[in-house]
Every structure is written in C-alpha cells, then in structure tokens.
C-alpha cells in the first residue's frame, strides 16, 4: 500500500538556543515523508527550484521516497527563516520567500492518480484542492494546513474541508478557523465543515482526538533535549497516516495506535535540526521509543 503526499520541498533556515542551520532540507512533504516510509512507499507531490542541492534529491531517493512528482523548474526554492525562543512552543517567522511554490499546480502520472491514501499536507489549498480533484478513488483522505492559509484563504480551505476525512491541525489553527477558544467547541465546528476526524496537535500537552462523538486525548512522548520543533507537525502526520496505510483500518485501537506512532515520530523529530533525527532513525529505536510510551500510559492498546 502507497500514501501521496502533497506539501513542500523546502530549504530552511532556522535559529534555536541551541544554535542556526542555513539552507538546510525542511518542508512540510518532506519531514512527512521521511516518517511515512517506515510503513509504506510515500509518493512525494512538491516543486522546487534550480537551486535545490541535487543532494537532497539523492538523499530522498536513497530514503526510498518516490519522486516521480517532485519537479524542479526555472526559479527559486521555497525558503522559510524562522527563530524559536523561550520554551520553542511557537516560531517567529522571519523571512518567507514563496518562488517556484507561487506558480505551483501539480499534475499527476495516471498510476498516482490510483493511490488510495492521501495527504494533503501544508500548502495553499487551492493547490490541495487542485491536486484532490485528479485522484480517481481515494480511500483516506487527511490535510494539515497553518494559520497564513487560514486567515488568507478561509473559503478555499472550509471548501477542501467537505471532501476530507481527517483534518490536522495544532491549537492555534483549530482556534483561528472555527473562531472560538475552547477546543472542544472548536473540534465541534471543525466536524460541521466535513472531517469526521479531527485531530488538534497540543505540543507538550499531546493531542485530541474527536471523532463519531468520542473526544480522547493522548500525551506527549517526554522529551528532554529540545532542539528544533521545525517539521515535529509533518513528523506526526507522516507517522499516524503511514501507519494508517499501512494496517488499512480504522477502528479505534489502530486509530489510537496510528496516533501514538505519529507522536514517536514527532518526539524524535524535535531532537536534533532539520531532519537529522528521523532520516536516521532505525525501525528499533522506533519500536523501542513506542514500548516504551505504551508502558507509561494508563491505558494499553
């Protein structure tokens, strides 16, 4: 089983306490993707520019990523500057540069249009939308989004929202798109707009899962050494949806388990810069990390 992810390919740069990375390879497809393809083949949908290190492009291939949709054309990269401080809990977004992403509209080989399981990661929803309408039969469909869309493109994204079955999104998105503070009103209005899943990412707090009238919660993996949150959101989506691909369910306990897996993934993610962490991850220090989060929960799965 396959999972498409559209997002981006991007070179970021980024400042933490513990130091500054230029240029180096981030993008919402991409730290998806490196956490997805440990349970399934992950089709990446992005675009880059005449700038984009050929490394990378080897890198994603020896990963196992398919790039058959990654195209380069005549411009600049996507870039991201951001700055994190205090607690890392949100970054300061110093410089974005849009380039070859402002022009994007991604079209499909036939055998991608097949692919059952897909994600919609964070990029303007036109082009989310865009990308949905060439799929012949999906099965799963899920979108994560950010609140630049949201504020900008409200209408394009509550009508991407009618055609998905699950939305993503962390405590400031799911407040700023339904206009409301509590987020259990909030997951409310956010199932009123199509997803019959709803999950709302609480960074060190975990998440919430809202779905058929359940609402459940899930903590975060305790994490001592916090590097660089960039990408611990992609991280998450590329870990819960892979595992979703992979196992095709979803009842309850591989819903739950598709989540504690995204929030592994994540955990590690923020321990090191860029995607270092989960581009060297083994499937034992991931099953490792996993026992070890099922024993300290209350409750088992």
């Known amino acids: 089983m396959s999972v498409l992810v559209l997002g981006t390919a991007a070179l970021d740069t980024i400042k933490t306490p513990k130091g500054i990375r230029k240029n180096i390879l981030g993008g919402s497809a991409v730290h998806f ?4 393809r440990f349970f399934t083949e992950v ?6 520019g005449e700038d984009f290190p050929q490394k990378h492009m080897e890198f994603l291939r020896k990963k196992g990523i ?5 195209t380069k054309e005549k411009g600049k990269t996507f870039k991201w500057e951001g700055e994190y401080k205090g607690d890392l809990s949100s970054a300061l977004t110093r410089k974005t540069e ?26 303007d929803p036109e082009i989310q939308l865009h990308l949905l309408k060439s799929i012949r039969a999906p099965k799963l469909v899920a979108c994560d989004s950010m609140n630049y869309w949201i504020n900008s493109k409200r209408k394009h994204l509550i009508k991407l929202l009618k055609k998905v079955d699950i939305y993503v999104a962390n405590e400031a998105e799911a ?6 503070h509590d987020l259990v009103v ?3 209005k956010l199932h009123s707009f199509g997803p019959r899943f709803v999950v709302i990412k609480m960074g060190p707090h975990g998440l919430m899962l809202s779905y058929d009238n359940v609402i459940c ?9 916090l590097v660089d949150p960039t990408g611990a959101g992609d991280s998450f989506a590329g870990g819960f949806m892979g595992y979703l691909a992979k196992t095709r369910k979803l009842d309850k306990n591989t819903i739950v388990k598709a989540l504690a897996y995204g929030t592994i993934f994540a955990s590690y993610n923020i321990g090191d810069f860029g995607v270092n962490a989960v581009s060297n991850l083994s499937k034992k220090q991931v099953e490792k990390r996993m026992a070890d989060f099922r024993k300290m929960l209350l409750f088992k799965f």
């Open 217 to 225: 919660a899930l903590p975060a993996y305790p994490v001592e050494n």
């Open 66 to 70: 398919v790039l058959t949709s990654l």
């Open 186 to 188: 909030a997951a409310k």
């Open 43 to 48: 089709h990446l949908v992005a675009i880059v």
């Open 33 to 36: 993707s490196l956490a997805a």
């Open 98 to 123: 849009l380039g070859v992403l402002s022009v994007f509209k991604p079209e499909l080989p036939r055998h991608q249009r097949k692919i059952e399981y897909i994600f919609l990661a964070n990029v």
């Open 175 to 180: 407040r700023s798109l339904c206009r409301c």
